[in-house]
Nanobody, 120 residues
Framework: QVRLVESGGGLVQPGGSLRLSCAAS????????MGWYRQAPGKQRELVAT???????YYADSVKGRFTISRDNAKNTVNLQMNSLKPEDTAVYYC??????????????WGQGTQVTVSS
């Protein structure tokens, strides 16, 4: 099972951008789907976006049109480009392997995540 390490978080003003990266310890080319989740203080972890090996993507309504998920199997990375950030995007962001049952569910171990804070 690959180990995932998130990076790229930070403090950004509303309307700004950040690019998160998730680096895998091994090959992700055989992993069908990867996803980004986030957890805000006092809230449950929620799915933000997923991407399959064929490039199909899913986005939560709250980030649609602002966030873009991508993957590079050659570099074993999954990225999340976040534009037009809002204070409500403030959270710890995590990546994980995901599986679609009746909905997308994570099935790998959680990493430590990367903190994103959107504030003026």
């Amino acid at each position: 099972q690959v180990r995932l390490v998130e990076s790229g978080g930070g403090l950004v003003q509303p309307g700004g951008s950040l690019r998160l990266s998730c680096a895998a310890s091994g090959s992700i080319s055989s992993i069908n789907a990867m996803g980004w989740y986030r957890q805000a203080p006092g809230k449950q972890r929620e799915l933000v976006a997923t991407i399959t090996n064929s490039g199909n993507t899913y986005y939560a309504d709250s980030v649609k049109g602002r966030f873009t998920i991508s993957r590079d199997n050659a570099k074993n990375t999954v990225n999340l480009q976040m534009n037009s950030l809002k204070p409500e995007d403030t959270a710890v962001y995590y990546c994980n392997t995901v599986l679609f049952l009746t909905r997308w569910v994570p099935f790998g171990p959680w990493g430590q995540g990367t903190q994103v804070t959107v504030s003026s």
